[in-house]
């Protein structure tokens, strides 16, 4: 079959390999200059080394097996009509959640993906907001370069969803880095250079003083293409983030049953 697997980050590079593998013509479509997707910038923080060698081996694996890829390469509607292929996998991904909150904002508001990425420069003193995974890597990442970073979670706790041992790890690395947190705080508005936020209690704060706010809040997944797929009558599916954000272990596991039913 010609298969056509559109996002070239984890999960629609395991599936493009098993289906190369199992004989089918393979051609990824990637968006970005490279590949990887978010897995790139999960790959930066310290200590998540291991992360560049896994895409790094997934990758030689396609070429080796005669997997085309195209980057620089946006997809749309007329795309998929025009190269009528068999099967396509939408492997999209997801972006950055945004929040918008009254007040405004007398600085720069990027998000934690466009740090790691390394697409934007923070100031001195950062404030991040969210305080998961992403939210204390990119706070780690921040800090092991001598910046001051603050971050804002709304829950009980860091790293919520996290394993207690992976947590318990990113809680001594953040310490060790100075880093401040403050927890059962959920943001009502933008004060010029900070937020304020209110606690369970029902306190308002303002924190501010800050030269960057970071977004750390999640991200939204990304299969806009689905229907126009649907409606061109070509057998479509849609793995990893472009469900639903996960791990990646969890867009590992999907792309490979995915490619293994074709």
Known sequence: KRIMVVGGGIAGLTAARICAVRGHTVTVLEQQEQLGGQMRAAAVPPGKGQISALLGAIQRDCETHGVTVHCNTTVTSEHLQKEQPDVILLATGAVPRQLHFPGKLTIDCVSATDVLFGKVVCGEKVLILGGGSVGCETAAFLAER????????????????????????????????GVQAILNAEVHRFVNNGVLYRTKKGDDTILSGFDTIVLAVGSKSRNELLEAAQKFGVASYVIGDAVTPRNALDAVREGYHIAEKL
């Open 146 to 177: 001598q910046v001051s970073v603050t971050i804002l979670e709304r829950g009980q706790q860091l790293g919520t969803g996290l394993g207690a041992e992976h947590r318990r790890e990113l809680e001594m690395l953040l310490s060790r880095y």
